[in-house]
């Protein structure tokens, strides 16, 4: 069987090279007979690029579009999977990080997509505020649909978080806890998130790297802490989904002090 992802009704699959599109075709139509909550199927064509990190995909059978509803945590979300990132696979992060969420806590997430930590944070109605920051305007755009859709209160704002945040800085804006869930990119986006954690800012912190790099990229984060004049005390170091052979995406949480 083909490696796929389910998205609400949509079923994005991965088939090996040389597959046939005959083949493609009659395994939509095989997988939507045996599933009927999946009414589109689409082949996954590409690897997911660029700084938006969207993916591509063909349409092989069902109803004719590229959006999906979807539902996990409690929350239902909206998103086109050509132009927005989403991962089915962070459901489980997610849930985590907003039961770790205290009363009153200020949240700032960034590289927020269509919203899905932030809402689903908001959903569990520990926080005060919640931010998400996110560069693509589509995203956004369907981010601040979920916030509705959801009918919880998040501040959705589009751009580059490296300069967004100086803004943020600008309006002394400080958060208590801060989800980076970064893209798979070099930036590490450190150094801004930095100038608006307090002392006790909790950070997840999304990064992805082969498991006998995983001491270096610990190091390197701690010496951006430093050269920031922040020292950064790591509270714990989780596996969030692997990304190839012996690479993963970890999530690596730390306290600012
Ligand atoms: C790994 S995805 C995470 C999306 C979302 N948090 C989720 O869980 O589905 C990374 C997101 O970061 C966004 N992004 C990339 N560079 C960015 C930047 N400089 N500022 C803000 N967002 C950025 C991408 O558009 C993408 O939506």
Not at 16 to 30: D, V, Y
Not at 201 to 229: N, P, Q, R, W
Request: glycine share 10%; net charge positive.
């Amino acid at each position: 069987m083909a490696p796929y992802d389910c998205l609400g009704t949509i079923c994005l699959v991965k088939f090996p090279r040389g597959t046939k599109l005959r083949e493609k075709k009659g395994f939509a139509a095989l997988f939507m007979r045996e599933h009927p909550r999946i009414t589109t199927v689409l082949e996954k064509t590409g690897k997911i690029s660029g700084r938006l990190r969207t993916p591509t995909s063909r349409w092989l059978g069902g109803e004719k579009t590229k959006e999906a509803f979807y539902a996990e945590n409690g929350c239902v979300f909206r998103l086109n999977v050509d132009s927005c990132y989403f991962s089915p696979r962070l459901a489980e992060e997610r849930k985590q990080t907003a039961s770790m969420v205290k009363k009153g806590e200020r949240v700032l997430v960034l590289c927020g997509g269509v919203g899905p930590f932030a809402v689903v944070i908001a959903k569990a109605g520990k926080a005060t505020e919640v931010v998400s920051v996110e560069l693509g305007k589509e995203p956004s755009r369907y981010a601040l649909d979920n916030v509705k859709r959801n009918k919880v209160r998040v501040e959705v704002v589009q751009g580059d978080v490296k300069k967004v945040l100086p803004r943020f800085v600008k309006a002394r804006r400080v958060f208590d806890r801060i989800v980076m869930a970064r893209p798979n990119l070099t930036d590490t986006f450190l150094t801004p998130t930095l100038a608006v954690a307090r002392k006790g800012t909790m950070i997840h912190y999304y990064g992805f790297c082969h498991e006998d790099g995983l001491e270096g990229m610990k190091t390197a984060l701690l010496v951006e802490g430093k050269k920031a004049g922040r020292k950064l005390q790591i509270q714990g170091v989780k596996k969030a989904g692997d990304i190839g052979t012996r690479k993963y995406r970890y999530r690596i949480d730390f306290v600012v002090r």
